[in-house]
């Protein structure tokens, strides 16, 4: 129960403001119809983000930010399996990326975070992201955080490409059809 008998209840994937005669009141920043929001899922330690892959996989994907997308698959070991049925190759990058934060976790320094090593991962031209870690910590008192993640990339080749390849392919599928 909160101030003047209004409820907090939880509605799906969001919070609905119950008024005190039944009423349900919208809170500030939220859509009054579910399709109008743009809002995109919670990231986890195993999402899995990607831009620009082939639709050849029929993958169901919600958009993230920019061009990159988060896979609604249940872990990386599945779609390694349907990616390479297809005759394709999910390569996993051994080397981790990580950004640090200082403050307490929440969503949007977690996505601030991301999108600092989303660039890092297009610097290089591939086209996959799984992130590993979001921990939260503590250094003299001091709240930080650190989230981790491993770049992935999707090719027929059974070979990862070189960085001027990946640049190459990279700029080919951004160019227009002619």
């Known amino acids: 129960m909160l101030l003047g008998g209004a409820a907090l209840q939880r509605c799906g994937k969001r919070f609905v403001l119950i008024g005190p005669l039944g009423a349900e009141v919208l809170l500030a920043g939220q859509c009054e119809f579910e399709e109008e929001c743009s809002m995109p899922q919670e990231v986890q330690v195993g999402t899995i983000m990607m831009s620009d892959w082939p639709q050849i996989f029929g993958l169901q994907s919600e958009p993230y930010s920019g061009h990159w997308t988060t896979l609604l698959m249940p872990d990386g070991f599945a779609l390694d399996r349907k990616i390479r049925s297809t005759g394709w190759n999910f390569f996993f990058v051994a080397s981790e ?15 601030h975070a991301l999108s600092r090593i989303l660039a890092k991962v297009s610097q290089q031209h591939f086209n996959g992201l799984e992130v590993t870690g979001i921990v939260a910590k503590r250094f003299l008192g001091i709240p930080y955080a650190v989230v981790s993640g ?3 990339h999707v090719q027929q080749s059974c070979y990862l490409d070189n960085y001027l390849d990946r640049q190459a392919s990279h700029e080919a599928d951004l160019a227009p059809a002619v």
């Open 97 to 111: 990326v990580k950004v640090m934060f200082l403050g307490a976790l929440g969503p949007k320094k977690i996505r």
């Open 150 to 152: 491993h770049s992935r």
